[in-house]
């Protein structure tokens, strides 16, 4: 009869096992662990393909989202950054809100607007993209040179990435 030994492999299985359950419980946060400045740091990253009534759905949203932070005792420092690949994307943009109802462009413009106004929250766009905003937003955005950079500046600085590429028409 052959008999195979395997010199500490229980021991070494157990160190294991005790070993990542150790970990899991160093790296989960339970509800609540997350600091509540941390949580309201966030940079919207919105492409501006998004169709127009799906960018009003958009603006709510965020819009529910700062007001639910400030219910919560959070001051939220908000960037909402709209950015286009080229000035071809912007064109088809501008062809494809002709289609819209002049209601829903004021809508997204009015909304935009209110957003800008709040404690706490910029918009940011590259320069192609302020062209779809009506003149008293783009008076209160900032021109960025380069979307990217600037997204990855934010992340770097501590801010939260929520990506705003396709509607909810498109789901």
Known sequence: MTRIVLPGILPM???????????????AQEPGAVPPKAMGKVIWDFNISVP???TVEYLRGI????????????DPEM???????SPEQVRMAQILEERYAQKIQDEANTLALELSKLPGMRIEADAHSIELLAAPVRDRVTVVEDPFLALLDY???????IPLYAGPSKR
Request: contains cysteine.
């Open 13 to 27: 299985l157990c160190l294991v096992f005790l070993g990542t359950s150790g970990l899991a419980g160093e790296h």
């Open 52 to 54: 127009l009534s799906d």
């Open 63 to 74: 819009r529910r989202t700062y007001d639910t932070l400030r219910g919560r005792g959070i």
């Open 79 to 85: 960037v909402l950054l709209l950015r286009s690949f």
């Open 155 to 161: 992340q770097v600085s501590g801010f939260s990435l």
